[in-house]
T-cell receptor
Framework: NAGVTQTPKFQVLKTGQSMTLQCAQD?????MYWYRQDPGMGLRLIYY???????DKGEVPNGYNVSRLNKREFSLRLESAAPSQTSVYFC?????????????FGPGTRLTVL | GDSVTQMEGPVTLSEEAFLTINCTYT??????LFWYVQYPGEGLQLLLK?????DKGSNKGFEATYRKETTSFHLEKGSVQVSDSAVYFC??????????????FGSGTQLTVLP
């Protein structure tokens, strides 16, 4: 039982390049989330997926797209990377997305955009 | 909207000292409250949670009580260890307009415990 896994762990991009961050969970959870973590700002929600086939914007969605490929996988795409997207990205999942649910986090992807 | 305010860090303590990290929140209705911990180079993991007023969450010697009258959820531990050195995040799960509850995080508090 690996929990939530993310690839890659590290990535360096040039401005304007594109990339996809991958996330998978093996806990049969319905809801999945993408956050970014910036110094002194905690974590901010980019996009989430309440269940397979649905996605919704979070607090900071601009410059990102997501795909809920199936129940297990939720990917985050940067179409044209900008230096402001330099951050650590975390994927998370929860059983139902309910108020009392615990969210389980992956180990993160550290992205640098030059 | 919802918000979480955490005690500014960094906090440095000697081993066996008492720890308090303050957390207050603003939210509509009755949120659930969480403390997450992030060890160096790792993702966040749940430390404890409380889902209604006056509930006390506890784990690994850490405790926090959901105080609705003061909108607070302060984290405490009676005797910290070097292994407790990490970043601690207070978070809430409240009413959201979407179809899944979202976590709103505080800015995090870096704790360093010296031997």
């Amino acid at each position: 039982n690996a929990g939530v896994t993310q690839t890659p762990k590290f990535q360096v991009l040039k401005t304007g390049q594109s990339m996809t961050l991958q996330c998978a969970q093996d806990m049969n959870h319905n809801s999945m989330y993408w956050y970014r973590q910036d110094p002194g700002m905690g974590l901010r929600l980019i996009y989430y997926s309440a269940s397979e086939g649905t996605t919704d914007k979070g607090e900071v969605p601009n410059g990102y797209n997501v795909s809920r490929l199936n129940k297990r996988e939720f990917s985050l795409r940067l179409e044209s990377a900008a230096p402001s997207q330099t951050s650590v990205y975390f994927c998370a999942s929860s059983e139902r997305g309910g108020r009392t649910d615990t969210q389980y986090f992956g180990p993160g992807t550290r992205l640098t955009v030059l | 909207g919802d918000s979480v305010t955490q005690m500014e860090g960094p906090v440095t303590l000697s081993e066996e000292a008492f720890l308090t990290i303050n957390c207050t929140y603003t939210a509509t209705g009755y949120p659930s409250l969480f403390w997450y911990v992030q060890y160096p180079g790792e993702g966040l993991q749940l430390l404890l949670k409380a889902t209604k007023a006056d509930d006390k969450g506890s784990n690994k010697g850490f405790e926090a009580t959901y105080r609705k009258e003061t909108t607070s959820f302060h984290l405490e531990k009676g005797s910290v260890q070097v292994s407790d050195s990490a970043v601690y995040f207070c978070a809430l799960s409240g009413i959201s307009s979407g179809s899944a509850r979202q976590l709103t995080f505080g800015s995090g508090t870096q704790l360093t415990v010296l031997p």
